[in-house]
């Protein structure tokens, strides 16, 4: 009887508290809704989230080459003040196509206009697209970022048709049916402009050509959609077993070689990286703690600044007070097995790695400059596209095993070779369809030597040397001989490649 009428109790204290909650909802839905409005409310603030306000162009006509401002608008919808000194709008691998000369660096087109912008405000970008060579309609993405760090809603989309006259789409699109099916005289018109085209087809065969890129009547500009500043060279600078410390006079980053973001460093704070064998880690300090990390690093020099190497001593003899220990492209730190040493690789332009050169002096002859320039273009660019898609540590060496590069310092003192290397973009010695293998060396006492098996490196006469012994492997150009020719016999830099270099051309494939 006793446990019946607890049972009871029990039953009714608990029906009477459901009956209460199911009342408080009832006549008081606001709690209900306001805790799910809390919730959903967590569930999509961030500190980093943005909403595109507008862009002046989703969808944009232009002709080949041509370039145009562009404007974007996000609202900031996160919960943290956006800053231009970390917040930047991003080139993702599609828009690379859309590079303009004043993009700070490739991946990095525009920085935040405006110094801050705090949650709730508009933020502005404004920079130049360019459109690309061929006539193709092209798809290009950008998105924000925040220390390299992807904002969510700030991911945008361009299109470029590229066309022949802009003013002449609209046109088209509006004609009549019955006009545009008579194709007969178009067809006419267009097979007496293939002819034309065809005089300028590329065959040249490269590793490096845009995967997407046809090859039907395009000349090699089209045909390679290589950037203006060249393919990129890896370099390998020098390896050490010391420390190495770096300064960067604009700000940078530190990445693994998986692409995670490791630190972000300040203009002119100088870091020190170390190899720890015993545990195969990269290390440095970053303010209160220790980085580490089993994978080799890359420094990214996104704000196109200048590296310093602090640590690193190659002097001149003829000149102390210079170093050659700066340099502009992204850098790698990197262990090798087979040296069990750290090497520092430079990743950069190919048209870059060339005002860095150090194989003549400022006041050469300008032809035998631009000769040697087309020579060293040629010799890099045959190794870039030998290992392209290979896993190889770098593409040539910084020395006489390769070519003689000093980076940044040398562009400084040579101001005539950096001249020299923009008149001559893009242009290399081809044999056939292959861009050759264009050897030189300092002198070949007398005649070069002839390569059996490479048929454009035949044995020529070099008198201006024959009375001096040998230096280098005589394969190629003399380098003595050239240089007398071109100030004695006034010969151009033409007559120069093809008078070491048997039945090639000279082609301008960027």
Not at 79 to 89: A, C, H, M, P, Q
Not at 369 to 384: F, N, P
Request: glycine residues 4%; negative net charge; aromatic residues 12%.
């Amino acid at each position: 009887m006793l446990l019946s009428v607890c049972f009871a109790f029990l039953f009714c204290t608990c029906a009477a508290l459901g009956l209460k909650t199911i009342e408080n909802t009832i006549t008081h839905p606001d709690a209900m809704i306001d805790s799910l409005r809390i919730k959903s409310v967590m569930a999509r603030t961030s500190p980093n989230r943005a909403e595109i306000l507008s862009q002046t162009h989703d969808n944009v006509n232009l002709k080949p080459d041509t370039a145009f401002t562009f404007t974007l608008k996000f609202t900031n919808t996160g919960t943290s003040t956006w800053d231009n000194e970390t917040f930047y709008l991003k080139s993702l691998t599609t828009a690379l196509k859309f590079k303009h000369e004043f993009w700070p660096d490739p991946y990095f087109p525009a920085r935040l206009k405006e110094a801050s912008v705090a949650p709730g405000e508009v933020g502005s970008f404004v920079f130049a697209l360019q459109a690309p060579s061929k006539i193709k309609n092209y798809t290009g993405d950008f998105t924000l970022v925040n220390n390299n760090v992807m904002v969510k809603g700030g991911k945008v989309q361009v299109v470029i048709n590229v066309v022949e006259d802009p003013s002449k789409v609209v046109k088209e699109v509006e004609e009549d049916a019955d006009i545009r099916m008579d194709t007969n005289n178009t067809d006419s018109e267009e097979s007496e402009e293939e002819k034309k085209v065809q005089k300028t087809v590329c065959t040249l065969n490269l590793n490096i050509a845009n995967a997407s890129a046809t090859v039907d009547n395009e000349t090699c500009v089209a045909k390679f959609d290589i950037p203006e500043s060249g393919p990129n060279i890896k370099v390998g600078l020098f390896y050490t077993d010391n420390a190495i410390t770096i300064v960067n006079d604009k700000a940078w980053q530190v990445y693994d070689t998986d692409d995670k973001l490791l630190a972000s460093v300040p203009a002119n704070e100088e870091v020190r990286f170390i190899y720890i064998d015993s545990k195969q880690q990269y290390s440095f300090d970053r303010t209160t703690k220790t980085v580490r990390s089993d994978k080799y690093l890359k420094l990214i020099n996104f704000n196109s600044g200048l590296f310093e190497i602090t640590s690193h001593e190659d002097r001149p003899t003829w000149n102390t007070s210079l170093n050659y220990n700066e340099f502009t492209g992204n850098l790698l730190i990197k262990y090798n097995d087979y040296r069990d040493s750290v090497w520092v690789v430079e990743d950069l332009p190919l048209e870059n790695y060339l005002k860095g050169m150090k194989e003549t002096s400022n006041d050469n002859p300008t032809e035998y400059q631009k000769a040697m320039t087309v020579a060293a273009r040629t010799y890099a660019l045959y190794h870039v596209n030998k290992f392209h898609g290979t896993d190889s540590f770098f593409d040539v060496f910084s020395d006489e095993r390769d070519q003689v590069y000093k980076g940044d310092v040398a562009r400084q003192v040579m101001p005539n070779q950096e001249q020299i290397v923009d008149d001559s973009k893009g242009v290399v010695v081809t044999y056939e369809n292959d861009v050759i293998v264009a050897y030189y060396s300092a002198r070949s006492g007398g005649s070069t030597v002839d390569h059996k098996s490479i048929p454009y490196l035949k044995a020529k006469a070099t008198p201006y040397t024959a009375d001096r012994a040998m230096w280098g492997h005589a394969i190629g150009i003399d380098m003595v001989d050239a240089m007398n020719r071109a100030s004695k016999e006034d010969w151009t830099y033409e007559d120069i490649l093809k008078y070491y270099y048997t039945n090639v051309s000279l082609e301008k494939i960027y």
